[in-house]
Structures are given as C-alpha cells and as structure tokens.
C-alpha cells in the first residue's frame, strides 16, 4: 500500500520549514505542502482564541489539498491549539514542543535555558510540561522581537545580535549546560547563538523528533509513500515569497495566495 498525498505543514511564518527540513530530510519520497502565514505573524503575541483561529484556518486549507497528516511546526500553534485541532479534525496531527525533557535528563549541571514566545512560555500545556521536571532549574526567557526580525529576513542585523545576547546572558549566568529552541524559527539563529553562548552548552531544538515521529504515525497507519522518487514540495505564502525563497536552501515552488 502506497498513500501518495502530502504530508501538511503550517507555521506562522517562514520558521517551521526548520520542521520541513527534518521531515524531507528523513522522508525523502514524500510530498508535501508548507503554508506559512507570515501574515498573521507573530502568533507569539497573540491571544489563545486568535491562535485557535489561525490555526484552523491553516488547517482547513491544508486539508483542502487532501493531506494525509497535518504537522503544526509551530510551538506556539501546537501549545495553545492542538487539542481543538484534534476534537475537530480525524486525520493524524503531529505538534511541537520544546525539547524540554531530552534537555533535562542530560543536564549535568541540573540547570537548561530555554527560549521560546510569550505564547508557548504562558500556556497551560507548557506549565504541565515542566512540572514533570520540578528537579531541574529551568530559565525561561521570551524571545521578544526575534520572529519579526526573521520574518525580514534580519538574521544577523546588529539589533538581532544585541537581542540575543542579552536573551541570552541571563541564562549563561545561571551555569545552564542545555539551550532548547522552543520556537520552529529559532534554528535559523543557531550560528549567531553559537557566536554568544561558551562550547560546553549543547543547543537542541525538535526538527529531528517531530520528523521520526512523523513517520512512526505513518507507518502505523501504513500510509508511508513508498515510492523511490523525490517527493514534490510546494510552499504557499500569504506575504512577500522572498523571505521564504532566501531561507530554503534549494529551489522549490513557492505560490503567493491571500489565505
Ligand atoms: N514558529 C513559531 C513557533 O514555533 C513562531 C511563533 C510566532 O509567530 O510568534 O512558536
């Protein structure tokens, strides 16, 4: 059995291809279609109903295009919205979270950062999350700003390089030997953070879990495209396509609609 239709994805913005990255990456020969709603971001800011909203719209017009599974490769999307998006729709729907728990069982100094948007760090499903790990020392910080200056394309402008640092300082001070990205567009930022924080930190984010898991649900359902060649990937965008042809590596097609 062989199931050809694409593997959905939506974010904010340009972030979550991060997510895509990983996902073609590990699944090489299946297709798939990424909405990114530059539009309407930052989500960080928004409230927990406006994001409900975003998300179902998101959801719906990637389910018009006959998906097969939808990945929200937004931690701000999945933490506020994905238990509406469940109750709501049957196909499969893959979220994701700071990495929080990889972070903590590996920490030796018993202390991990994680940056994220106000969005996910004041949701409820967050809160739960870091209950589970009450031994370890988790400093939060939100990354105010730093999705919209990614969405202009403002990776290393100098007011991104003053930002970060001083989202950072805090927690180097506080002898953290984990950073997690909790926010899909965060990776993008990696060599610049790396430029900041000492060696010994690890950074993590999900790309690489939510792509294994992607394809676990898959395969359960026996709905892995088994074919040998490439699979075909389709960008749509709401905003100026620049931004996103800048940030994916290789040509794709990208499609400017108004969704
Ligand atoms: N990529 C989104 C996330 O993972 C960014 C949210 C936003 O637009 O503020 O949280």
């Not at 389910?63 to 506020?80: G, M």
């Not at 049957?90 to 929080?100: C, F």
């Not at 898959?218 to 396509?241: M, V, W």
Request: proline letters at 5%; aromatic letters at 6%.
């Amino acid at each position: 059995m062989t199931n050809t239709n694409s593997i959905g994805l939506f974010d904010s913005g340009i972030g979550g291809t991060s997510i895509w990255a990983a996902i073609h990456a590990l699944l090489p020969a299946e297709n798939t279609i990424y909405l990114a709603d530059s539009k309407n971001a930052p989500y960080g800011q928004k409230t927990k109903d406006e994001i409900i909203a975003l998300s179902i719209k998101n959801t719906q017009f990637l389910l018009e295009q006959n998906c097969k599974i939808i990945v929200v490769a937004c931690n701000t999307a999945t933490t506020n919205a994905i238990k509406e998006l469940r109750a709501k729709y049957d196909v499969p729907i893959i979220g994701i979270e700071p990495a929080i728990k990889p972070a903590a069982q590996n920490s030796a100094t018993n202390t991990i950062g994680i940056l994220a948007t106000r969005g996910t760090l004041n949701s409820e499903l967050f809160h739960q999350t870091i209950l589970k790990f009450d031994q370890t020392k988790i400093v939060e910080q939100i990354g105010h700003h730093l999705v919209t200056l990614i969405e202009n394309g403002e990776l290393e402008s100098p007011q991104m390089k003053e930002l970060l640092k001083t989202y950072l300082k805090p927690m180097i001070e506080s002898n953290i030997d984990y950073l997690v990205l909790g926010c899909s567009h965060y990776p993008y930022l990696i060599p610049q953070i790396k430029k900041i924080l000492p060696k010994k930190i690890k950074i993590i984010d999900s790309g690489e879990a939510v792509a294994r898991q992607t394809k676990n649900i898959l395969q359960e359902r026996n709905n892995l495209n088994s074919g040998t060649q490439p699979g075909k990937s389709i960008f749509y965008t709401n905003a100026d396509p620049k931004v996103l042809e800048a940030i994916l590596k290789h040509k794709h097609t990208i499609i400017q609609k108004d969704f």
